[in-house]
């Protein structure tokens, strides 16, 4: 089946730092694939997403990039500020469901703590 | 954006107990909606699908007696999580689809539960 293998965390990083969180996939066919954030406190945001292959995804400064030949998607990130910190999640949507909608798989998030 | 609640957004209940969970769309209307349990460390795992107006479709491993899932309206979907055990303690998101979206989902706070 579909999995999403993601660096474990916490990352901690100086303000203004450059940020890759790496991000592998298994998966049939040629899925989709996001970044999610989830803020302290609130819901999964989505951040990015790239649903072909060598298609790069960026918003807020993050972006990834679809590598298929590798399977990834790292998420990268210039310089980081404190209102980064938050967990990143990894995932991909695969086949469609017989409902017609595609289900989500997760990693495991990663902790960002970006310190001043 | 699309905005999604949940309430409440902690709850601790005694063993034996049934608590139930309530996710809503605010500004939009969902004909799916999804819930996740999310342990520590661990990415998000479906427990399952809610169509507006049918049953509720669960993922391999969760006791739909356990889990009570009713997706009454276009905005509102409940979990009940009967006779609760300190097990069940766990951190619970749903999600919402936007009709006709394929993949997209927005994402609830979250509910923490803690079973004594």
């Known amino acids: 089946g579909n999995s999403v293998t993601q660096m474990e965390g916490p990352v901690t990083l100086s303000e203004e730092a450059f940020l890759t969180i790496n991000c592998t996939y298994t998966a049939t066919g040629y899925p989709s694939l996001f970044w999610y954030v989830q803020y302290p406190g609130e819901g999964l945001q989505l951040l990015l997403k790239a649903t072909k292959a060598d298609d790069k995804g960026s918003n807020k400064g993050f972006e990834a990039t679809y590598r298929k030949e590798t399977t990834s998607f790292h998420l990268e990130k210039g310089s980081v500020q404190v209102s980064d910190s938050a967990v990143y999640f990894c995932?991909?949507?695969?086949?469609?469901?017989?409902?017609?909608?595609?289900?989500?798989?997760f990693g495991t998030g990663t902790k960002l703590q970006v310190i001043p | 954006g699309a905005v999604v609640s949940q309430h409440p957004s902690r709850v601790i209940c005694k063993s034996g107990t049934s608590v139930k969970i309530e996710c809503r769309s605010l500004?939009?209307?969902?004909?799916?909606m999804f819930w996740y349990r999310q342990f520590p460390k661990k990415s998000l795992m479906l427990m399952a699908t809610?169509?507006?107006?049918?049953?509720?479709?669960?993922e391999q491993g969760v006791e739909k007696d356990k889990f009570l899932i009713n997706h009454a309206s276009l905005t509102l979907s409940t979990l009940t999580v009967t006779s609760a055990h300190p097990e069940d303690s766990s951190f619970y998101i749903c999600?919402?689809?936007?009709?006709?979206?394929?993949?997209?989902?927005?994402f609830g706070p979250g509910t923490r539960l803690t079973v004594t």
């Open positions: 999600s919402a689809k936007v009709s006709g979206d394929s993949y997209e989902q927005y």
């Open positions: 809610s169509n507006e107006g049918s049953k509720a479709t669960y």
């Open positions: 500004d939009f209307q969902a004909t799916t």
């Open positions: 995932a991909l949507s695969g086949i469609p469901h017989s409902g017609g909608y595609q289900k989500v798989t």
